[in-house]
């Protein structure tokens, strides 16, 4: 087989192109591939596809390719131009690349996966290709994932806010639980960004919503009241944003009984701050007996902290009632435990006792989908490179999406 031959045939060039040169550079271990379009046959313009006279050559484009045994391989070409009476001059697209591309459809593809597996900076290095082009690579096939996207509501929503960055700004992710990819990511957490998602489908799809898992947080509330149908049934507050609540009145109860000890000069509740805050099957091994026996201490932190735990029983009831019952158990158990933030934080979460108890009829929470939490994790573990809050976005569409980012022809 001729080398030009094994390169038309490699780079699936149809009848239209053929392979007229081949160069191999052994020392520099690269591969310069020429192609050039057949010039005798019927030309159509590239807008209204209608028969178009042969204008031009334009002027020489390069793509890189697939490596070929190690080497860089690169495509050449001058895209031939065609005069149409409607669209005047046009340029012919390649079949081997997408619009202003410079990877070949395969190598563009490579790169996805590629990126699919490792972060921007890593892909770089394994394909040899700059931080801008594999951002480039990602922000593409994310607007090609979404342009194909068919726009349906989930049955099952997630409203989840995402801290970005560790600074005091918010993305919301709408979440379809059942699929377990993220549909649209917001820039903040306002009900105007809300309302907007939900105003893309019409209010007979938005009826069709079974229930949505959202924090307590009055603008995700305000805004699904507002937009889905029956929402007072729908709405199930997040199991783990309602004990977070708990948890985060014990820390306020430490951090008042912890002064108030340093003042007498009592050094328990130094260094316990994370052992508070965990869940009892989260103390590491080593501080048990240490958390042991600071519970038996009879300290205000320690009542906190049990009647946080004893909340986290409320999610393993099957039935509404029986959840509902004990709730009543816990809010006078709470509310008489003279322990300030745990009284507010019972009220608040009193006031929200319906859609708490929503719970026992869909069963969901943010962290339903435990492949896309980790998923998420990850790029926030990556984002300490990220530049921008845009690439942030990107990220998620193109890690959780369920987006088909490929560019066609090659993969769909
Ligand atoms: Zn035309």
Redesign the pocket.
Known sequence: MKDTDLYTALLGLGNGWRVTDVKLDVANKRVDVRVEAVRDREWA?P??Q?P?AFYDLAAEQTWRHLDTCDCRTYVHARLPRTR?S??NV?QIAAPWAGPRSQFTLLMESRAIDTLKECDVTGCGRLLGISWDQGWHVIEKAVARGLARKRWRIPAYLGIDEKAFAKRHQYETLVCDLQRGTVEYVMEDRSQDSLESYYRQFAEKDRKAVKAVAMDMWDPYIAATRRLVPEAQDKIVYDRYHATRLATEAVDKVRKQEHKVLMEQGDERLKWTRYLWLANQENIPEWRRSEFAALRQMSLRTGRAWAIKEALRRFWDFTYAQNARKFFQRWYFWATHSKLRPIIQAAKTLKVHLANLLTYFKHRITNATVEGLNSKIQMIKEMACGFRNRNHYRLAIYFHCGGLNLYPCAVKS
């Open positions: 313009c807008v209204c209608q178009a149409c409607q669209h046009r």
